[in-house]
């Protein structure tokens, strides 16, 4: 008596029909992983974007928030690195922090854009030009000096409604896609260095302040002792005398 053949199981399961399933993901399971890639990817923005401002709440030294701004431009970005650039007090243009990551060619994109600085201060048209034709000269400057195979992009940084720099992202990615939301977040992170900048001049211009308010206490308390406290007595004639500040210090002694 010979005994019925059995079966071969393959490795993969029944749907319940007979038909064995196919081992290539499905468009279901593609769009829950594109669903998740997104929420990671929106999870890293929100947490950069978080830190970005924690040290905007924190930081009370201009030059450490300027350290962190390109870093983040070009993470929540995914670009290869980022570039900030600042107009100076004289109004000259200075490469304020450059961040790129390692072996992309950051030693060429940093000589490109000093050059690119170079070319616009020495140009000769910086007290003669308004600023926001200045910024488109950088702006072209720094795109023509770059490789051919680096994209960059940039945003103008705004104080007062007044141009103060630019901030860039660039990559050597040739199907980097410069999309709507990338404009937007390197926006957000040229609006935080606007505010960044505006604190630590009000803050500059409330010690400034404080420093004459304490001049002024330390000469008012300086002429009080100078002054007469009480009009003198003469003998054989009536005097009558009034002394008024003009703002603690300083006015005239009327008699």
């Not at 947490?47 to 300027?66: C, Y």
């Not at 406290?229 to 210090?249: D, Q, W, Y």
């Amino acid at each position: 008596m010979t005994s019925p053949p059995m079966s071969r199981k393959t490795g993969y399961p029944s749907d319940g029909y007979g038909d064995e399933r196919s081992s290539e993901p499905t468009p279901v399971f593609a769009l829950k992983e594109l669903v998740a890639r997104l929420y990671r990817e929106q999870n890293k923005i929100h947490d950069l974007l978080s830190s970005l401002s924690f040290a905007l709440r924190s930081l009370k030294n201009l030059n450490q928030f300027l350290e962190l701004t390109p870093l983040i431009a070009s993470r929540v970005t995914d670009a290869s690195g980022g570039a900030l650039i600042l107009v100076r007090g004289d109004g000259c243009f200075r490469l304020e922090r450059l961040h790129c990551q390692a072996d992309k060619g950051c030693l060429l994109v940093r000589q490109s854009m000093e050059l690119a600085v170079h070319e616009v201060t020495e140009a000769g048209g910086i007290a003669h030009w308004p600023m926001s034709t200045l910024m488109q000269q950088l702006d072209e400057a720094v795109k023509r000096r770059l490789a051919p195979d680096v994209q960059v992009f940039g945003a103008t940084i705004l104080v007062k409604n007044k141009e103060r720099g630019w901030i860039y992202v660039f990559s050597h990615d040739r199907d980097y896609n410069w999309t709507e939301t990338r404009q937007k977040l390197i926006r957000l992170v040229a609006d935080q260095t606007a505010v960044a900048i505006e604190n630590d001049e009000l803050a500059a211009e409330l010690r400034k302040k404080e420093r004459l308010d304490r001049e002024l206490e330390i000469g008012a308390e300086i002429q009080v002792q100078l002054l007469p406290r009480h009009c003198p007595t003469v003998s054989g004639i009536e005097l009558a005398a009034r002394c008024k500040t003009a703002n603690r210090v300083g006015g005239d002694y009327y008699d």
